[in-house]
């Protein structure tokens, strides 16, 4: 199997940055792509920013500009910096992987258990 474990959320104001982690471990054989879901209350949850193995990214419109994400490949490690934070921002936010464990190697994916952030005004 394969854990996720996300780090680094909290409270800021309006206009702050908060940096998120997020750790793979556990039987991996290989990750394809990592991202970021966040889902606020009453809403579903939504795609902030993807990165594939490669290191091509993706990011929703509402975060382009602000929030970048990164990964190192041989740490299995993903990182969201995200700055100009704004109250819309608060969520509580997951980290996501599709990967390979050693065990089944069938891709599936993967969720970690979320970490909030939350932004005021």
């Known amino acids: 199997q394969v854990q996720l474990v996300e780090s680094g959320g909290g409270l800021v104001q309006a206009g702050g940055s908060l940096r998120l982690s997020c750790a793979a471990s556990?039987?991996?054989?290989?990750?394809?792509?990592m991202g970021w879901y966040r889902q606020a209350p009453g809403k579903q949850r939504e795609l902030v920013a993807v990165?594939?193995?490669?290191?091509?990214?993706n990011y929703a419109d509402s975060v382009k500009g602000r929030f970048t994400i990164s990964r190192d490949n041989a740490k299995n490690t993903m990182s969201l910096q995200m700055n100009s934070l704004k109250p819309e921002d608060t969520a509580v936010y997951y980290c996501?992987?599709?990967?390979?464990?050693?065990?089944?190697?069938?891709?599936?994916?993967?969720w970690g258990q979320g970490t909030q952030v939350t932004v005021s005004s």
């Open positions: 996501h992987a599709e990967a390979r464990s050693v065990a089944t190697m069938m891709l599936t994916n993967y």
């Open positions: 556990g039987s991996i054989f290989s990750i394809n792509a």
């Open positions: 990165i594939t193995s490669g290191g091509y990214t």
